[in-house]
């Protein structure tokens, strides 16, 4: 069964995880193509970094610290201290000890030529992704980073909003100011990876897990041609709701939801990707209110237990996915 997974970061690599359990226990060889989100990727003191792909990649390797969700555990952050002494700005970002090898290591294909994909397989093999079964691809081999319109604090009264970037947004203002509007820079320039499209149209299943809407499986769906291939698709596509009880469990989606005019609602999710890609939808027992109205739509629906806990609960939801996805192809 070849699985396609357009992911974010801790929410979809955890939910990847939770699939490869999952098809273990059903004695199902794993084929799953993660297609990672890079419009949070960044160029800091000139390194080129990109937290999704790293997240899904430290995360499948157990390699990822658990209580953050992102970057090694026992980290040590001695570099960006004497960064901080020099300085150096931007302050409120921290890259790890071990974690800069990483980024130094795709920095470098990358100036000597390589792609994005180039060196994203070069990290995956060096933590024994294919091993896994996991094929990780970028969305796109071409920049693109996600900015958010925001009235900036540190702007005199009146001034215009500005477009910051979303690592700026999130990590350095820590999403206070009001999101006016998410825009995914480049990305109407931007082509699909080498492989993105292909293995959309050879998969048997794709999933959507509950990465964030807008800036995650959002920016994955901006790039030209990757909508319209999952649209086109003879594989049903399930999505899994990013929503418990009208609320997040991780991240800002509830803070970006309403600048794209979206209720932060299980079932709204649901509507704002469409009838046109979606083939079915799971929620929370707790939103159950919202599966006669994306039934309606047309999007087959079942609320069942959503919080990714650990590894067996998040195992549970993927295989609900993937018998939804059985039900919608029958």
Not at 263 to 269: P, S
């Amino acid at each position: 069964m070849r699985i396609v997974v357009p992911a974010g970061g801790t929410g979809g690599a955890r939910f990847v995880r939770g699939l490869l359990a999952a098809l273990a226990e059903a004695g199902e060889p794993a084929d799953v193509t993660v297609v990672g989100n890079t419009g949070d990727d960044i160029t800091l003191w000139g390194l080129r970094v990109c937290p999704d792909l790293d997240t899904v990649t430290y995360t499948l390797a157990g390699a990822i610290d658990e209580a953050k969700g992102w970057g090694r555990p026992d980290e040590t952050f001695t570099v960006r201290d004497e960064l901080a002494g020099y300085g150096v700005l931007p302050t409120w970002f921290g890259l790890g000890d071990r974690d800069l090898a990483t980024h130094l290591t795709r920095t470098s294909l990358l100036a000597s030529g390589a792609t994005l994909s180039e060196a994203t397989a070069t990290i995956a093999a060096r933590w024994g992704l294919p091993g896994l079964g996991v094929t990780l691809l970028p969305m796109s081999d071409s920049p693109v980073e996600t900015h958010v319109l925001v009235q900036h604090p540190d702007d005199p009264a009146g001034a215009p909003p500005r477009l910051v970037h979303f690592q700026e947004y999130w990590v350095g203002l820590r999403a206070a100011p009001r999101a006016l509007d998410v825009v995914a820079v480049g990305a109407e320039q931007a082509r699909p990876a080498p492989g993105v499209l292909e293995a959309v149209a050879a998969a048997d299943v794709v999933l959507l897990p509950p990465s964030n809407p807008v800036v995650s499986i959002g920016t994955v769906l901006a790039v030209p041609g990757v909508r319209a291939a999952l649209e086109a698709s003879a594989a049903p596509v399930v999505g899994v709701a990013p929503l418990v009880g009208g609320a997040v469990v991780r991240g800002m989606a509830d803070r970006l939801l309403p600048a794209l005019g979206v209720e932060v609602d299980a079932g709204a999710v649901a509507l704002h990707y469409g009838a046109s890609l979606l083939d079915g939808w799971l929620v929370d027992t707790s939103d159950v209110h919202a599966v006669a109205p994306v039934e309606q739509a047309g999007i087959a629906c079942r609320a069942v237990p959503l919080l990714m806990t650990d590894v067996p609960a998040t195992a549970r939801i993927a295989a609900e996915a993937l018998r939804l996805a059985e039900a919608v192809r029958a």
